[in-house]
């Protein structure tokens, strides 16, 4: 799987928008762009996911750049509840380990 | 429906014993992942079962370490003679198919703490 790399921590202030940056330049064509996150010490959770295109669920919006070497997660009105450790992973079949860096632990400032 | 459960939530061990990490994977669910969280770090994979086979065991231990799906009940992380070095949170997840599409969700976790 492709290396990702995320800056360690991030503030945003409640209310606004948070914008987490992955880089994966070197990324092939078939591994798709995966984001979960972690909240205090729970199981890892599920946010969204995408291959090619820009992606948006109930939770957040996945935008990829053309070139597929980086992607930034949007969580379009952050509460404190979103403070967490946030992870971005390439993933492809074949090699089904999720593999976890150390992600980029967001606070959320009230 | 009932998410990943694991099952005990906490297990304390002495040096020596044997832990036992339970996982039921979501309905419906037949590929099941193990992932060890040392403190301060991510996580990481130890293996991959689909039921009854062994499918990826690339991240686990050689030695004291094993996995087991079988066809009824859930899946068995078993560490024989445990040392300190073996505290961490277990977590287990679980997916539909082994498609790069398809998600893994995973369980709340075990927090191993051997004494």
């Known amino acids: 799987d492709a290396k990702t790399t995320q800056p360690p921590s991030m503030d945003c202030a409640e209310g606004r928008a948070a914008n987490l940056p992955c880089n994966h330049s070197?990324?092939?064509?078939?591994?798709?762009v995966y984001w979960y996150r972690q909240i205090h010490s729970q199981g890892p959770q599920y946010i969204i996911h995408?291959?090619?295109n820009n992606e948006t669920n109930e939770m957040a919006s996945l935008i990829i750049t053309e070139d597929r070497k980086s992607s930034t997660l949007i969580l379009p009105h952050a509460t404190l509840r979103d403070t967490a450790v946030y992870y971005c992973?390439?993933?492809?079949?074949?090699?089904?380990?999720?593999?976890f860096g150390t992600g980029t632990r967001l606070t959320i400032i009230p | 429906n009932a998410g990943v459960m694991q099952n005990p939530r906490h297990l304390v061990r002495r040096r020596g014993q044997e832990a036992r990490l339970r996982c039921s994977p979501m309905?419906?669910?037949?590929?099941v992942y193990w992932y060890r969280q040392l403190p301060e770090e991510g996580l990481k994979f130890m293996v991959y079962?689909?039921?009854?086979?062994?499918?990826?065991e690339s991240g686990m231990p050689k030695e004291r370490f094993s996995a087991e799906f079988p066809k009824e009940g859930p899946s068995i992380l078993r560490i024989q003679q445990v040392v300190r070095g073996d505290s961490a949170a277990y977590f287990c997840?679980?997916?539909?198919?082994?498609?790069?599409?398809?998600?893994?969700?995973f369980g709340a976790g075990t927090r191993l703490s051997v004494l």
């Open positions: 997840a679980s997916s539909r198919s082994r498609t790069a599409a398809d998600i893994q969700y």
């Open positions: 070197t990324i092939s064509g078939n591994e798709y």
């Open positions: 995408g291959l090619k």
């Open positions: 992973i390439t993933f492809n079949f074949g090699n089904e380990k999720l593999t």
């Open positions: 309905k419906g669910h037949s590929h």
């Open positions: 079962l689909q039921k009854e086979n062994i499918i990826d």
